[in-house]
């Protein structure tokens, strides 16, 4: 099985210094090309320097933001994945 991931984000989904970026995942498995979306969700957060790092750790004001973030993700994913599988023949 192999995969080939794209080297940046088909979506990025903001709220405040909280995102949630939205990859798409081509996996080779028995001959069939599969897509698979992975989600990457940071904050970032300033330094006392005044350079910008990343962390994937929250405090709880910041939860509602990552499920917000999250959702809308997953939402995307979802959308996508039926708007790709609209040439897909409908069976009865």
């Given at each position: 099985?192999?995969?080939?991931t794209s080297t940046a984000p088909i979506k990025v989904i903001r709220a405040g210094t909280i995102s949630a970026s939205v990859w798409r995942n081509e996996v080779e498995k028995n001959g069939t090309t599969v897509v698979r979306h992975s989600v990457r969700i940071q904050k970032r957060f300033r330094q006392d320097d005044g350079e910008w790092k990343n962390t994937d750790y929250f405090f709880p004001e910041d939860l509602p933001?990552?499920?917000?973030?999250?959702a809308k993700a997953f939402e995307f994913i979802s959308l996508k994945d039926s708007e790709d599988n609209t040439d897909a023949p409908t069976t009865l």
């Amino acid at each position: 099985m192999t995969q080939q991931t794209s080297t940046a984000p088909i979506k990025v989904i903001r709220a405040g210094t909280i995102s949630a970026s939205v990859w798409r995942n081509e996996v080779e498995k028995n001959g069939t090309t599969v897509v698979r979306h992975s989600v990457r969700i940071q904050k970032r957060f300033r330094q006392d320097d005044g350079e910008w790092k990343n962390t994937d750790y929250f405090f709880p004001e910041d939860l509602p933001k990552l499920q917000l973030v999250a959702a809308k993700a997953f939402e995307f994913i979802s959308l996508k994945d039926s708007e790709d599988n609209t040439d897909a023949p409908t069976t009865l």
